[in-house]
């Protein structure tokens, strides 16, 4: 059933990848923030990265929250109240005026929001209106973080140099607000079934089964998706790619929100003009559009682990060349590099947790997962200024983050990626089926 000739799942995508363009440029402000709200209160940079760390470990609870409550009630509520919440703890943020209120409306309010307004949530409600070609819908819907980044972050920065970054918080915090709510009444849904329609691809997988099988062949590959029934997080907490995965994510996480938090008072410390360090961290955000365009085709083409070795491999050079050289050259191939590797894993986390275990408890798994994402990057990006503080400098932070993505690489390439399923569910020989919703072609037997 399809609107006007297109199908309704692709309004779903341009509405998911509007509200992760603002909510992207919003969140990812604090990475200019931190030296003007030291400036205004004389804080370290540890206790600003506090802040940031507990900004994380809220995130990540809030994931799992709103994982779980996606899975069992749809995307509505859970988007409107986690609006409310991000956007809240923004505006707040316009009347701060101690630490702990920081660590509050920043580290908590704000947080427990973001839990519903980003990356898992919409790569799960992508993912159930597209049958074909799932991989690059879930990288278009994302895609939204990257351009929000790249064109929010230095727009928001010259209000902030005009305003002051409480009026930049106020307004930003209101702007996010009112279209996220409009967005999530008007467009979102997330059950294609409960409106009468069916996910993007949907008659043509029907027709490819068919057509390769026979009627009766088709008819028992439905017989055998169904036995094959989505694992739940338990169940795929029982299992080692599982854990390979949460490792490599941990060490993922660390390398994104150590950049985002520290990548301008880096650059600046060595005396680049912060004009020019907030254009790298711009610059950083549509590098991140290649790396994450390339990722849904590549995951439909090759699978998961391919594409997330890659990533890992290329952070651990730049990693290195950033602990041997700081200069404004290396900083921008820091900036660029690391930009086209940061959002890879964002779509393949919910392909990969698909191809292992089923779409049933995408929410859930996909929200763990990312749970652990962000507890690497809130943990390191406090780190990250400690050792400053300490140092005097981010050598030591960059050594030890090459490490990370070493141990990251070797992860991802362990992982074998077929389908798992539960003891007694089916025969033994399932590893060698599609995984229900995805194309043959791209199940990998290891």
């Known amino acids: 059933m399809r609107t006007r000739g297109i199908s309704f799942g692709w309004w779903v995508l341009v509405a998911s990848f509007v509200i992760l363009f603002l909510n992207a440029g919003a969140r990812l402000m604090i990475g200019v923030m931190v030296k003007p709200i030291i400036a205004d209160f004389g804080w370290s940079r540890s206790e600003v990265s506090l802040a940031v760390f507990v900004n994380m470990a809220v995130f990540s609870a ?53 839990g519903g307004t980003t990356s898992p949530i919409f790569g799960a409600i992508v993912s159930r209106w597209f049958e074909r070609r799932r991989g690059s819908a879930i990288s278009l819907a994302m895609a939204g973080t990257s351009l929000g980044q790249f064109a929010l972050v230095p727009l928001f920065t010259v209000f902030l140099l005009d305003q002051g970054w409480r009026s930049t918080m106020l307004w930003v ?3 996010c607000f009112v279209v996220n709510v409009v967005l999530v009444l008007g467009v979102i849904r997330g059950d294609p079934a409960a409106l009468g329609k069916v996910p993007y691809g949907h008659a043509e997988a029907e027709a490819g089964a068919a057509g390769a099988t026979g009627l009766a062949g088709a008819a ?69 559009l290649g790396g994450i365009l390339l990722a849904g085709p590549a995951s439909d083409l090759i699978g998961d682990r ?27 191939v820091l900036a660029l590099g690391f930009g086209f590797t940061f959002l890879v894993t964002a779509p393949l986390t919910t392909t990969l947790m698909g191809r292992l275990y089923g779409f049933g408890s995408i929410g859930l798994l996909g929200g763990f997962i990312t749970t652990v994402h962000h507890v690497g990057g809130g943990f390191w990006a406090y780190l990250g200024g400690v050792i400053y503080d ?27 990626e077929v389908r798992h399923v539960a003891p007694g569910d089916e025969p033994a020989d399932v590893g060698a089926r599609p995984s229900p919703g995805l194309p043959a072609h791209i199940q990998e037997s290891a």
């Open 62 to 114: 809030a994931i799992i929250i709103a994982g779980r409550l996606y899975d069992r009630y749809g995307p509505k509520w859970v988007i409107l109240v986690s609006s409310a919440l991000f956007s809240g703890g923004l505006m707040l943020m316009a009347v701060m005026t101690s630490l702990w209120q920081f660590v509050l409306f920043y580290g908590v309010i704000s947080a427990a929001g973001l």
């Open 173 to 175: 915090g209101l702007l």
């Open 220 to 288: 028992q590959l439905s017989g055998a998706h169904r036995e094959a029934r989505s694992l739940g997080l338990r169940e795929a907490m029982r299992t080692v790619p599982f854990w390979l995965f949460a490792v490599a994510m941990f060490a993922c996480g660390a390398g994104d929100f150590l950049l985002t938090t520290h990548l301008v008072p880096m650059a600046t410390d060595q005396g680049i003009p912060t004009s020019t360090a907030v254009a790298m961290l711009a610059w950083f955000g549509l590098m991140s």
């Open 306 to 332: 391919i594409p997330m070795a890659v990533a890992f491999g290329l952070r651990v050079v730049l990693f290195l060349l950033v602990f041997r050289y700081q200069t404004e050259a290396t900083f921008w």
């Open 390 to 416: 300490r140092t005097g400098g981010y050598a030591l932070a960059m050594a030890i983050s090459a490490a990370a993505s070493a141990v990251a690489l070797v992860c991802v390439l362990l992982i074998r």
